[in-house]
Nanobody, 114 residues
């Protein structure tokens, strides 16, 4: 099973993008879904997380601007990004933590111009 992240692109500051991460097959017992990002020259950063019960957590820099959600029926996680800023420019990755295994997507580039 592979994860496919999509929805990245080039947007002006203040704009919005919606990222989607879909699994190529069924993944049983997904506990937590994550979005990470990595900017050039920086370490990978946890952006948002959502549990199987819908509890969410965000890095402080995106609170109030980003929203993570999931569709358990299709093993898909979303990241709605509003009020994007140049410092949000990065490659965004999704990851699933399931019972007995972890899954990572290949990343989608988000570029925010000032």
């Amino acid at each position: 099973v592979q994860l496919q992240a999509s929805g990245g692109g080039l947007v002006q500051a203040g704009g919005s993008l919606r990222l989607t991460c879909a699994a190529s097959g069924t993944i049983p017992s997904i506990r937590i879904m994550y979005w990470y990002r990595q900017a050039p020259g920086k370490q990978r950063e946890l952006v948002a997380a959502i549990t199987s019960g819908g509890r969410t957590n965000y890095v402080d820099s995106v609170k109030g601007r980003f929203t993570i959600s999931r569709d358990n029926a299709v093993n898909t996680v979303y990241l709605q990004m509003n009020s994007l800023q140049p410092e949000d420019t990065a490659v965004y990755y999704c990851a699933y933590i399931a019972e007995g295994d972890d899954y990572w997507g290949q990343g989608t580039q988000v570029t925010v111009s000032s």
